[in-house]
């Protein structure tokens, strides 16, 4: 491993552990439950990410709490980092999108918003329910949906795009 690649993966984790520590959840004064940050990985050739993108942009509107981090990776080097950096904090491997990453887990790809929205509105708030006050993301938590909800495992590539010319 070059000196400059180990130097970018330490700057990565860094930047992971500021950013999770940055945002995590606390009790705003009247609030019930802690903030919970959706960091959204999408990319603009990618039919899928922007056939779900309309329907992740409302969901702060919709579910309180929820705090959207709209991170465009095609045209962002940083927001390329950015995404492998979180995917790599938990274990795991930026190598589609659209990607949601929140509370330790990270769900890939889109079929639907009856389906994989639905999906998300139920884990989001089911974190900030989980969560109580001020409690840290939990890794034992992790989920990652390696396919979208509702579909058989032999469509299942279909609701994704491959990063690999983001």
Known sequence: ????????RCAATV???VTLLATA???AAG????????YFFWS????H??????????LPEQLDGVT???LEISRSRENAGRYVAMASALGERASAVPAFLFCGEMHVGWDSAATTGHLLRERLQACRGERGVAAPPRRAARRRRSRCPGLAASTSTACRCRCSRW
């Open 1 to 8: 491993m070059s000196p400059r690649s180990t130097l970018f």
């Open 15 to 17: 930047l992971v552990l």
């Open 25 to 27: 959840p606390t009790r």
């Open 31 to 38: 609030s019930e439950a802690p903030a919970v940050d959706l």
């Open 44 to 47: 603009a050739r990618c039919p």
């Open 49 to 58: 990410c922007l056939e779900a993108r309309p329907y992740v942009l409302r």
């Open 68 to 70: 959207l981090h709209d």
